[in-house]
């Protein structure tokens, strides 16, 4: 079962474009959504992370969009560079559950050409 | 040095055979956890552990086990492993609830 849903699987810009990453999830528990960014060989990183009391979050050329009526939330990146190509996965958290850990999305493999 | 280091990198083992995987981390965190990538599935949770004294089953924890043998290390066993067991495997950390997750930088295992 899973608890949050990403799309697209994989996703090819143009240097500049705005690749735009969605996740949607079930749980009104949640409170805590954050962005994972991995680059091959490596480990996630944190990118950025939002609550639901706010609507949007802004960091560099990153933006999370965050819409609690629909239960969805997106990423965007800005003036996407060669540099951003990465797989990306959203989060999700849940306090009050039984293991109150992070529920990841199923990732999203995007490229950005030069 | 990375602060969550794990060990292996990399393993290719036999089907029915024991393996460990090691993580130790820097932090001083008091959270660690084991994560499995699939491609197409994400990331998804084995065990977890809150302190030494306490470990929990994550969403896939069938077929595996885990030991934390202090506060900066936790292992993850396959007693006997099997080729589904085939995947990315990460270890993480944090400090508190809905804080920044530390990962290494996995292991890949492959079971033949």
């Known amino acids: 079962q899973q608890q949050v849903k990403q799309s697209p699987q994989s996703l090819i810009v143009q240097k500049g474009g705005i690749p735009i990453i969605n996740c949607a999830y079930e749980?009104?528990?949640?409170?805590?959504f954050p962005w994972y960014q991995q680059f091959p060989g490596k480990g996630p990183a944190l990118l950025i992370a939002?609550?639901?009391?706010?609507s949007e979050k802004k960091e560099g050329r990153f933006t999370i969009s965050f819409n609690k009526s629909a239960k969805q939330f997106s990423l965007h990146i800005m003036d996407s560079q060669p540099g951003d190509s990465a797989t990306y996965f959203c989060?999700?958290?849940?306090?009050?559950?039984?293991?109150?850990?992070?529920?990841f999305g199923s990732g999203t493999q995007l490229t950005v050409l030069p | 040095d990375a602060d969550v280091t794990q060990t292996p990198r990399n393993r290719i083992t036999k089907t029915g055979k024991r393996i460990m995987l090691e993580c130790s981390q820097t932090k001083g965190h008091d959270r660690m956890y084991w994560y499995r990538q699939d491609p197409g599935l994400g990331l998804r949770l084995i065990y977890y552990?809150?302190?030494?004294?306490?470990?929990n089953k994550g969403e896939i924890s069938d077929g595996y086990s885990v030991s934390r043998q202090a506060q900066a290390k936790f292992s993850l066993s396959l007693e006997s492993a099997i080729p589904n067991q085939t995947a990315l495997y990460f270890c993480?950390?944090?400090?508190?609830?809905?804080?920044?997750?530390?990962f290494g930088q996995g292991t890949r295992l492959t079971v033949v």
């Open positions: 993480a950390t944090t400090q508190g609830w809905n804080t920044e997750a530390f």
């Open positions: 989060a999700a958290s849940d306090p009050y559950g039984s293991a109150r850990q992070l529920t």
């Open positions: 939002i609550r639901p009391d706010v």
């Open positions: 552990s809150f302190d030494v004294k306490d470990i």
């Open positions: 749980n009104t528990a949640f409170d805590y």
